[in-house]
């Protein structure tokens, strides 16, 4: 097909190797007849299989063929998009004998296998429509200016897969025809680190400079021997003194062993620290494996202040005792305190009366000590009694205060034995003063009734400790306990004793030193009177005369002090000394608080008016 342009080769179309009946080429001659065209194209030829020879016949040698050419009739056709290079086979020009062609290699200006490389060509011939010289453009066909190795015959050519392309464009992705062929080079290993790399060899020329000239006669390369296998790059066993090695600072190297070794201590006493918490929490919760010593302070002075509750107890309990008390009816505890060193003990009538007249009473010291007492003498109406121990020494009696001088809200103390529990503390403040009280009234004739101005404290006081000392900061007894408020009937079907609920009720000490000087040195107590019969079912204010006496008699007895004072039945008397009063119970108790021969200020009411009177108080002994 002419259209009045050159005709290119089509690389697209590169005809398959075939077998010609006789074992030659079938496109060599073809290629040889192309190789004529006024063009000036050139293609490669393509190597041709050698001819079938039958089965057991051994290759006969040919004397005048070319080794180069046998060894690579051995090698596998040339397939089409292959690499130019062998792997392990040096290419033209890079081997150490230029000119000759390696076995399955081509290469700009290298015949093909089976192909002998005419001498004297010249590599950078130019080529028309900007061929690379020694570029094959169609396989098959010797290069230009090569001649086709002699023996082979054309082929048919076969039919291209496509119909020709009258403007020579090539598909997409790929280079066309005028494209310069890529350099080519032999794939390498990376050297080791401080190996000393070898000269550079020259490689693919590059396009336009001219091959070094082939030798006239090709000289047969030796058979290429296998590349040693490669190694896998160890930086620690590379050898670091070579030539050409890179030096080591080893400055540098002593900073970061420092900071290794800095960063490796910091970690080991974080995670020594860790365990060791953990290890010290379990230990501490579960104990370890040895005996367990718990802290504790160190021995002080056991020294306290005198005016502290600890000083207090210690200076007064020596001189205070517990009483066991037994009779033929009852029994009881109680506690007293010691009034001198003759043995006498002050307590409370309600204490020793279960011993009777022939009862047994016991005391026992602070410090254990025992001794038998007996009744000195008692007295109901103050609900006050002494107690003497004998042949005992080293008593230890406790001052006595003056009551008059308590102030509400001053510090006090309680000494005694509750409920049987000898040498119980106690402590509080003076919550009242003054506060009339009754006790006692079992009998019912009110013989037994007690009446008391008492002390009224909030220091615990219980059953037990009837008859103790309340002491004041100075560790002065300015009361004996007397009486509780109890929140609970102890009388009540199914009820038993009760217990302190803060208010508790001292007989003050100047009332008790009277009566226990009476008792001591008579044996009897008097009581101060006014000579009048008190009518104790008047509801009204204030304590109203009687109209008759017990017996029948006059309510105000003749010539006694009442009657001096002027005083008449039926009068209701509201003050003493300038105190308001509510009740003749009331009355009584505020005149027991003063000793006989005492003046009194009453005021009395009569027919609706108030009037003074004054009156001397008389006495009365104690049955």
């Given at each position: ?175 066309g025809p005028w494209a310069p062929a890529p350099p080519v080079q032999h794939p390498a290993a990376t050297p080791a680190h ?430």
């Amino acid at each position: 097909m002419d259209e009045g342009k050159p005709t290119k080769a089509k690389w697209w179309s590169r005809p398959k190797s075939a077998s010609a009946p006789d074992g030659t080429g079938a496109g060599a001659a073809e290629a040889a007849g192309r190789a004529e065209d006024t063009s000036g194209d050139f293609t490669l030829a393509a190597a041709s299989p050698p001819p079938a020879e039958p089965e057991g016949t051994p290759p006969a040698a040919d004397p005048g063929a070319d080794p180069a050419a046998e060894t690579a009739a051995e090698a596998p056709p040339w397939v089409p998009g292959q690499a130019d290079t062998a792997p392990d086979t040096p290419a033209l020009g890079t081997a150490d004998t230029p000119g000759v062609t390696a076995p399955g290699v081509t290469a700009p200006g290298v015949t093909a296998p089976g192909v002998t490389a005419q001498a004297g060509a010249v590599a950078g011939a130019s080529a028309p429509d900007g061929l690379a010289p020694g570029t094959a453009d169609t396989p098959g066909a010797p290069a230009q200016g090569v001649p086709a190795q002699t023996g082979t015959t054309p082929a048919e050519r076969p039919r291209p897969l496509h119909d020709p392309d009258p403007y020579s464009t090539p598909p997409y992705g790929e280079p066309g025809p005028w494209a310069p062929a890529p350099p080519v080079q032999h794939p390498a290993a990376t050297p080791a680190h401080g190996t000393q790399l070898p000269a550079a060899h020259s490689g693919t020329p590059p396009h336009g400079t001219p091959h070094p000239q082939a030798h006239p006669q090709p000289t047969p390369q030796p058979q290429p021997q296998a590349a040693p296998p490669r190694q896998p790059y160890d930086p620690w066993n590379a050898p670091l003194q070579q030539s050409g090695a890179v030096p080591v600072d080893k400055d540098k190297q002593q900073k970061r062993a420092r900071r290794i070794i800095l960063v490796g201590i910091a970690v080991i006493t974080l995670v020594a620290g860790g365990i060791g918490g953990v290890l010290g929490a379990y230990l501490e919760r579960n104990g370890g494996g040895t005996d367990i010593e718990l802290p504790q302070a160190d021995s002080k002075d056991k020294a306290r202040a005198k005016d502290s509750v600890a000083g207090i107890a210690a200076s007064s309990l020596p001189g205070v005792v517990t009483l066991h008390v037994s009779g033929d009816e009852a029994q009881g505890t109680g506690t007293g305190f010691v009034l001198d060193g003759k043995g006498h003990i002050l307590t409370n009538n309600h204490v020793v009366e279960p011993a009777g007249t022939g009862g047994e009473i016991s005391v026992t010291f602070s410090g254990g000590e025992t001794a038998k007492a007996e009744v000195i003498g008692r007295d109901s109406g103050y609900d006050l009694a002494v107690v003497k121990v004998s042949r005992v020494r080293g008593l230890k009696p406790l001052p006595l205060g003056n009551s008059e001088n308590v102030q509400v809200g001053d510090p006090v103390v309680a000494i005694g034995a509750p409920f049987d529990l000898e040498n119980t503390v106690t402590s509080g403040i003076i919550s009242a003063k003054e506060r009339p009280i009754t006790a006692g009234g079992e009998k019912g004739d009110g013989s037994d009734i007690s009446y008391v101005n008492a002390l009224q404290t909030d220091a615990p006081i219980n059953p037990g400790n009837s008859g103790g000392p309340l002491v004041d900061s100075e560790a002065r007894v300015i009361g004996i306990n007397s009486a509780i408020r109890s929140a609970e009937d102890s009388s009540a079907p199914g009820g038993g004793q009760a217990g302190s609920i803060g208010l508790g009720f001292a007989i003050p000490i100047n009332q008790g030193k009277r009566v226990a000087e009476e008792l001591i040195n008579t044996g009897k107590a008097t009581h101060p009177v006014i000579g009048v019969t008190l009518d104790m079912e008047y509801t009204g204010d204030g304590a109203r005369v009687g109209d008759k006496g017990k017996d029948g008699g006059p309510a105000v007895n003749k010539g006694g002090p009442g009657d001096r004072a002027g005083i008449k039945p039926g009068d209701v008397i509201t003050e003493v000394d300038g105190r308001r009063i509510h009740s003749g119970d009331e009355l009584i108790v505020k005149i027991r608080a003063h000793r006989p021969k005492d003046s009194l200020e009453l005021t009395v009411q009569r027919a609706g008016k108030d009037r003074k009177v004054t009156l001397v108080l008389g006495a009365s002994s104690s049955s």
